[in-house]
């Protein structure tokens, strides 16, 4: 794990501002749970948005907006078929980021939630733990 940890630290070193900043852009496209629902349910196929709005069960003003945030990242294309707007992944290599993500952060789940600075102390914390907040 040290050696992970010096590699990692010496690619990053090497990253550029704007390069850093990108990145940080970048989590933020995949740092909502709608918008990993609706990449996950675009793998293999492409969907129109009734489609969409019926998986993630949200409005459909919402779901325009997650999607519009997904191509702007580059995470989804679309294409037009006669009146409607079929979304695809825009790469699959968001998918492998998902999954590598999910590989690195497993185990460490509790942590996130209850980092006063990313995560929140909410009743996910206390179904993982069964620990509850001093304000319940």
């Known amino acids: 794990i040290l050696e992970v940890s010096k590699r990692t630290k010496e690619v990053y070193s090497k990253v550029s501002a704007a390069e850093k900043k990108c990145i940080r852009d970048g989590c933020k496209g995949l740092g909502d749970v709608n918008r990993l629902k609706i990449l996950e349910f675009?793998?293999?196929?492409?969907?129109?948005?009734g489609a969409i709005v019926e998986h993630v069960g949200l409005p459909q003003n919402q779901v325009s907006m997650h999607l519009r945030c997904l191509r702007w990242c580059g995470y989804v294309d679309?294409?037009?078929?006669?009146?409607?707007?079929l979304y695809?992944?825009?790469?699959?290599?968001?998918?492998?980021?998902?999954?590598?993500?999910h590989g690195i952060l497993q185990?460490?789940?509790v942590h996130i939630m209850a980092c006063d600075v990313i995560g929140e102390c909410d009743d996910n914390l206390s179904n993982v733990t069964?620990?509850?907040?001093?304000?319940?």
């Open 130 to 136: 069964g620990w509850r907040s001093v304000t319940d």
């Open 107 to 109: 185990g460490s789940e």
């Open 42 to 49: 675009l793998k293999g196929c492409e969907k129109a948005v």
């Open 78 to 85: 679309t294409r037009r078929d006669g009146r409607y707007v």
């Open 88 to 101: 695809s992944l825009g790469d699959d290599g968001v998918l492998q980021v998902i999954e590598l993500a």
